[in-house]
């Protein structure tokens, strides 16, 4: 039984008003973190020769593994052949950001296209593309993208196509579902009454209308895209190791693990922080999108 005041206001009413309060600052927390976290990403990476104190790959023995100093040249230490950690992050996030921005559009390009295509059209050109997902989503994505570049061989171009190779899949899958559910509406019908074409239909009606799902996924895609990215690179499987990588950091970090423990410690935290904020800015954008989750 509900217990009401005098004047008809559920007594849980301001308790209520408080959750939701509290769940609309949560979520401005994570808009505001995971903007951040792209805006320091893109400074970094766009700004790393003017932001660096020192050359990535400038090696110095006589300072090699100097602990943290927040007060002299090496804010964040040097590794085991004398290169500034702190620079070799900053250079480090300009990988980062090209794979993860590449990975999302071209995996974007091709997962909406085919998707859409597929919801739309249905039948024996829904099963061929469907048969194309199912052969490349057999393969676990890692393994995927280590065998491509074993195959091809290292390079930067070589990881974007590797790490795009079965990234596009879920871009397919949302879009096609959504395809299908609008194809029969009736603003699709009234078009098709009006004589406009497929195409014209697919660009200004489906297209519009699967958007904002694309954008939520676009940060997913690189936060995921960052990590397969670190981890192709800690095996000795990404960019030449000439470039410095948030991965490749960690990997010539397991021979010190216990004697120079910031070796390992930033470069971790800096792909930590850089997909928790992708992951937090992806969440908060399918909270306002999604009807569902805003109206609550």
Not at 64 to 88: E, F, Q, Y
Request: hydrophobic share 55%; glycine share 10%.
């Amino acid at each position: 039984m509900m217990i009401t005041t005098g004047n008809s206001i559920p007594a849980g009413s301001g308790r209520w008003r408080r959750f939701r309060r509290s769940c609309r600052h949560i979520m401005g927390f994570k808009a505001g973190f995971g903007l951040a976290t792209v805006a320091a990403l893109l400074v970094m990476g766009l700004f790393s020769p003017w932001l660096a104190p020192h050359p990535p790959n400038e090696q110095d023995l006589m300072v090699a593994m100097m602990p943290p100093d927040w007060t002299g040249p090496h804010v964040l230490g040097t590794d085991h052949v004398g290169r500034d950690i702190l620079s070799r992050i900053i250079y480090g996030s300009r990988v980062s950001l090209i794979i993860a921005l590449s990975v999302a559009l071209f995996a974007g390009v091709v997962g909406v296209t085919l998707g859409v295509v597929a919801g739309y059209f249905g039948g024996r050109v829904d099963a061929a593309i469907q048969k194309v997902v199912e052969i490349f989503w057999s393969f676990p994505p890692l393994m995927l993208a280590i065998a491509i570049v074993a195959f091809v061989g290292q390079g930067l171009a070589i990881v974007i196509i590797a790490l795009t190779a079965q990234r596009w899949i879920p871009y397919c899958r949302v879009t096609r579902a959504e395809a299908m559910a609008l194809r029969g509406r009736e603003f699709i019908m009234a078009a098709r009454t009006l004589g406009a074409s497929d195409g014209f239909i697919i660009r200004h009606h489906i297209l519009p209308n699967v958007i904002l799902s694309i954008i939520v996924m676009t940060s997913f895609a690189m936060a995921n895209a960052i990590i397969a990215e670190s981890s192709l690179s800690f095996l000795g499987l990404g960019v030449p190791s000439s470039i410095p990588t948030w991965g490749g950091m960690l990997s010539d970090s397991r021979a010190y693990i216990s004697s120079a423990w910031w070796m390992a410690l930033f470069p971790g935290l800096a792909i930590f922080l850089t997909v928790l904020g992708l992951n937090l800015l992806g969440d908060a954008l399918r909270n306002q999108f999604d009807p569902k989750l805003r109206s609550h």
